[in-house]
């Protein structure tokens, strides 16, 4: 009998912002919905479990999708008791990941608008291609 494989390509074509902030993740993403205008909502928390793990570690999950203009908002914490979503972002407390078609200008207005936050310390841009562990953040 023949052996067949299946290999899966995921595309990582979003907008990834690492977000350094020290207040809890409901107070974040209350300042988010204000300042950029959408309504993320708490969902069951992410469960990772990496092999070497014995416990899985539960990441805090939000989501808006914005049907209207086809484009998914979703914040997840990179800090948890079981450890960090994306190792190599250890100064990252929090993910932001956008999915959908985004120009280059509302690309640069959504990290601007993130970075004017006042409980936000730092915000950057990153490269999900570019992770080791880009796989985690396929939710």
């Not at 205008?37 to 708490?42: A, D, G, M, Q």
């Not at 914005?66 to 979703?74: A, F, G, L, M, R």
């Amino acid at each position: 009998m023949a052996k067949f494989s299946l290999d899966i390509e995921y595309d990582y074509d979003f907008l990834l912002i690492g977000i350094s902030c020290h207040e809890k993740d409901y107070r974040l993403c209350w300042a988010m919905n204000k300042e950029l205008n959408i309504e993320l909502e708490k969902q069951p928390d992410l469960e990772i479990k990496e092999k070497k793990q014995v416990e899985s570690s539960g990441h805090s999950l939000y989501i808006f999708p914005d049907e209207e203009n086809y484009i998914e908002y979703s914040v997840v914490a990179n800090r948890a008791t079981g450890g960090l979503l994306v190792p190599e972002q250890k100064q990252a407390d929090y993910l932001l990941k956008v999915t959908g078609t985004l120009t280059t200008e509302k690309k640069e207005s959504i990290l601007s608008a993130v970075r004017s936050i006042g409980i936000v310390l730092m915000a950057y841009d990153i490269n999900p291609s570019s992770l080791k562990s880009k796989q985690s953040l396929q939710f």
